[in-house]
């Protein structure tokens, strides 16, 4: 009969969970690169991109690359784009003086040429009431629960899109407009002209569905990093922690395929006859500790994710000598646990080539390694005595430096025409 073991892959192994985990939502919330963009386009160049369409229409295209505050204002706007994009788990305090990073900038380089008069352009006015509308709106869109995004998205899509009717506005003021020619009588005989009415109800109803169309979709991106966040709660329990971000980038990852690993088996001796007598809810809280102990231990030494059987562990390692160090590592850490109850472990290692992938029927599959190899190693568990480890010849010839040796076994193993050579360890 052959036996099987549940396990990941060897080679997506090298992948840590916390690397995987952080390149799996970095697919959700976007890479660095990918936050600053989406800053400047959604708010922080806003405000240059139209002054710059203003500035180009009034002035002419040769004007506008002439005129120095064009570019502070693109620089400043990148700036805090770089800080927003940046800064990924930031407060909501952070969120609002950082989108005012741009016009606070802007306005110090500029009242360092203009002076005071700088406040009494109807522009830079503007300016500064749609990055403070902006911060406020964002901080709190950031605070809101999930659920209650949809209200600060409809008013951040509204000011984007009211920022365009209040340059308009301006232009329509003229050229030497100030700040006392922005009055309700004004915008009311602004407002009378039914070009006029198209521009700002437009741009009204624009933001209204652009915000609704973007809670919809912030509402969905939550409920994906829910669903991802469960996902990979679940399965850590089950997978290695490279295996799921490696199989978006890779679907052959998932195919069988030839490797040598070092294979360990460990197994409590007397445990059956020691839960018939144990109560079943003390035979669960220390098999729970056993394995706990187990699996740090040997994620500690780079092995791969443990299957737990009943009693028994299995996992397996890229290096022999990493396989070694963590059997000792667990007969030294598993002695002392399970002497207390009349119990010892043996483990057995054997190293050699396996095939791993996904194996199964066409509705239900799982990632196992199979083969020789693993069946040996499970013999050698078979053979050893508690508190012993048993490995191969296989294995011992695997390792750049030997070890030291307790005993020499020959040993008649179940499948195995001829005696197979084992070596016991001083755990």
Known sequence: MTLNAPFTNGYLNRVSPRRAAASLESRLEGTTTTRIMAEIVGGSALFPILDGIRSISEEGVAAYFLEYSHYVLWIAAIIQAVYLGRVKNRSWMQTFLGNLIGVSIYTLVEILFEGMAFFQTPYHLVFWEYSAIMAVLRAWQQSAREHAVIIPTILLNLTRAGLLSAIYFII?????????????????????????????????????????????????????????????????????????????????????????????????????????????????????????????????????????????????FDDPAQAIAAARALQSKLIPFLKSYGLAVGIGVHTGVLMEGLLGSNTTRKFDIIGDTVNTAKRLESAARGGEILISTATRRALTQDVDVKETRALNLKGKQQPVTTFSLTP
């Open 172 to 316: 329509e003021l003229g050229t030497n407009a100030s700040l006392q020619s922005i009055t309700w009588a004004t915008f009311t005989e602004f407002m009378q002209s039914p070009m006029h009415q198209y521009i700002v109800f437009g741009a009204f109803f624009f933001g209204l569905l652009m915000g609704l169309a973007e809670a919809q979709i912030l509402n969905y991106a939550a409920f994906l990093r829910q669903a991802a966040k469960r996902l990979k709660e679940y399965s850590a329990w089950f997978l290695d922690g490279g295996l799921i971000n490696s199989g978006f980038d890779n679907p052959d990852a998932f195919n069988l395929r030839r490797v040598e690993k070092s294979v360990l088996f460990m197994d409590i001796r007397g445990f059956t006859a020691w839960a018939e007598q144990t109560d079943p809810a003390q035979t669960v809280s220390v098999l729970n500790q056993y394995y706990n102990l187990a699996e740090k231990i040997i994620t500690r030494f780079k092995g791969h994710k443990p299957g737990f059987t009943a009693d028994e562990v299995m996992t397996r």
